[in-house]
């Protein structure tokens, strides 16, 4: 048999066992290709950006020195072409306010305005993608002390709240644009490295700032505002202003989106636990998908347990239509593009094992109190076999499957990444 032949009947057979537990392969390839998952432009440059070459500051951290990471919006452009070549199904990107684009003078973050990111719409347009943003509330002087939008200073959260609603106007401008909402995520580091005498009047001080920032109404056809939570971070190790409670209080008496990154939570939470919580109050949410080790680390997404979790609580509680997804992570040891394939590739590999899980038959043997036939048939499909209908899956989006791909980043390494010096 050739090599064609040997992969159609390996796929036939996988998708004869998953049709025996009552799986609809075919209904599953269909749903995967359409749920689009966010790659984050900062893996590219290990969250530089383009506006100084100032240290990261506000608990980020990228470790590694790997030759060839992006110095221009035009490089991280081509590395991401290079990244969504590999990529099957459906993707959007977001943006950081940093990583702005444009001819002249740098101008201040709190006057930035949809000129600056044209060249990115007008790239996403030509290339069938989506845009999301986020407000850059780190790496700059008016946060060197860990305080933003919950400022003692009047002056510093004006700064910071003209900044976001700016950002909020730049994501309005990406969804008109292209057509499909941007979601403009609000994450600050604010918070303090010991135990602070007053925790409460910085998160009035946080609420009167967001009030102002989310002031302007904005068409949610084109913008869809989201705050993220953060349980600590590198200098607010005892004390976070936007904690998770602070926030999903907030987003629900403000109506907005919560968003819930995996890396921000104790590492004895389970984020998937989450969802079926937040969905009944929330009609839309955020993921930031990561891998935390030992701390909000922000690795390179792993196909494991976790993760695993995460998406089968998305498709358990039919809410693909209602949960935003996207990526956050960065690591500067390794290639970046390969960084963002792997990452991005297990991400939807998780998907797609959770779509192909037996849903009705899982439900009967639980109604029927048969806990052990359920536990049983949990444990099977571990070994189902999962690869061979992700394989197809990449024939049929025309891309590498797995083995394939590497090759094509290491040329693209010795090509590209390493003449940059």
Request: charged share 25%.
């Amino acid at each position: 048999m050739s090599n064609k032949e040997l992969e159609h009947a390996a796929f036939e057979a996988a998708r004869a066992r998953y049709q025996a537990v009552g799986v609809d392969v075919e209904a599953a390839l269909s749903t995967l290709a359409n749920v689009p998952i966010s790659l984050h432009c900062w893996q590219g440059d290990d969250v530089a950006g383009f506006e100084s070459q100032g240290a990261l500051t506000g608990g980020i951290a990228a470790t590694g020195n790997h030759p060839g990471k992006a110095r221009t919006a035009d490089e991280l452009r081509a590395d991401l072409e290079q990244a969504f070549a590999l990529l099957p199904g459906a993707h959007r990107l977001s943006l950081h306010a940093i990583y702005a684009d444009y001819d002249g003078p740098r101008v201040p973050r709190d006057e930035l305005e949809p000129a600056h990111f044209q060249r990115w719409i007008d790239w996403a347009r030509a290339r069938g993608l989506g845009l999301d943003y986020n407000p850059t509330c780190f790496s700059h002087p008016l946060a060197a002390d860990g305080l933003t939008l919950s400022h003692p200073d009047p002056a510093v959260r004006a700064f910071w709240i003209r900044h976001v609603h700016g950002s909020r106007r730049i994501g309005a401008a990406m969804g008109r644009a292209l057509g499909t909402a941007a979601v403009t995520n609000v994450w600050i580091p604010d918070g303090t490295k010991d135990t602070p005498a007053d925790r409460l009047a910085p998160r009035q001080r946080l609420i009167e700032a967001l009030d102002a920032c989310f002031e302007e109404a904005l068409d949610p056809a084109h913008n869809l505002d989201a705050v993220e939570s953060k349980l600590f971070g590198i200098g607010a190790e005892s004390y976070t202003v936007g904690s998770h409670e602070f926030y999903m209080g907030y987003a629900a008496a403000r109506g907005k989106l919560v968003c819930l990154d995996a890396g921000h939570f104790h590492p004895t939470e389970t984020l998937a636990d989450k969802i079926s919580a937040m969905l009944l109050w929330f009609p839309e949410l955020l993921l930031h998908v990561s891998r935390g080790v030992r701390w909000d680390s922000d690795h390179v997404v792993a196909f494991n347990d976790d993760l695993q979790a995460l998406m089968l609580e998305l498709v358990r509680c039919d809410a693909l239509q209602r949960v935003h997804i996207g990526l956050d992570y960065f690591d500067a040891s390794i290639n970046r593009v390969a960084a963002w394939v792997i990452g991005t590739r297990n991400a939807r590999k998780a998907l797609l094992a959770a779509l192909l899980e037996p849903r009705r038959l899982l439900l009967d043997l639980e109604a029927a109190g048969d806990l052990a036939g359920r536990l049983a048939l949990m444990e099977e499909m571990k070994l189902m076999p999962l690869g061979e209908v992700w394989n197809e899956f990449c024939r049929r989006q025309n891309v590498p499957v797995d083995g394939a791909w590497m090759p094509i980043v290491r040329a693209y390494e010795k090509q590209v990444l390493a003449v940059r010096g």
